[in-house]
C-alpha cells in the first residue's frame, strides 16, 4: 500500500470517484487532490518550503494526472514537475489518467521518463490491481 498519492484533476466528479476507489481498494493510506496544475504544485511548494518541524512530511509516491484542465494543464505541470526545481519529489511515479487517449498524446508521454503508464479514465478496481502489480508494492 502507498502511503500518498496525489490526483490531479479539475473535475470534481473523477477526484471523487479516485477517492472511493482507491480507498476501497487499499491502494493508498492517504489520497491527496488538486484541480490543476498549478494547485498541485503550490501544494509541492508548500511541502518544500515548510520544512519547519514536520519531519514526517509525506511526499506523494504516485500521481494521477488529467491532461487536459484549465489554468494549468498536465503537460505543463509536467513541465515544471520534471525541472530542477522540484526535483526532490521525482521519485513520485506519474500515471497520465485521460478522457482521450490521443496518440499524440501518447508519443508525448514516452519522453517524460516519469510517466509510468498512460490509461483511460475513469479509474477502475481493475486498473488498481494492474498498477499495483507494475509498481509491486508487495515490497
Excluded at 476507489?21 to 493508498?28: H, L, P, R
Excluded at 513520485?92 to 503508464?117: F, G, N
Amino acid at each position: 500500500m502507498l502511503e500518498q498519492i496525489l490526483c490531479i484533476d479539475d473535475d470534481p466528479i473523477t477526484l471523487m470517484l479516485c477517492k472511493k476507489v482507491i480507498s476501497k481498494s487499499s491502494f493508498s493510506k492517504e489520497i491527496i487532490t488538486a484541480q490543476n496544475g498549478e494547485e498541485a504544485l503550490h501544494y509541492f511548494n508548500t511541502l518544500k518550503y515548510n520544512n519547519n518541524k514536520s519531519k514526517t512530511n509525506k511526499k506523494p509516491e504516485l500521481i494521477f494526472l488529467d491532461l487536459n484542465m484549465p489554468v494549468m494543464g498536465g503537460w505543463e505541470f509536467l513541465d515544471h514537475f520534471t525541472s530542477s526545481d522540484y526535483s526532490e519529489f521525482n521519485k513520485a511515479s506519474v500515471i497520465v489518467l485521460s478522457s482521450t487517449i490521443d496518440p499524440d498524446d501518447l508519443a508525448k508521454a514516452k519522453k517524460y521518463p516519469i510517466i509510468i503508464d498512460f490509461l483511460s479514465k475513469p479509474i477502475t478496481q481493475a486498473m488498481l490491481e494492474y498498477l499495483k502489480k507494475k509498481i509491486d508494492l508487495n515490497q
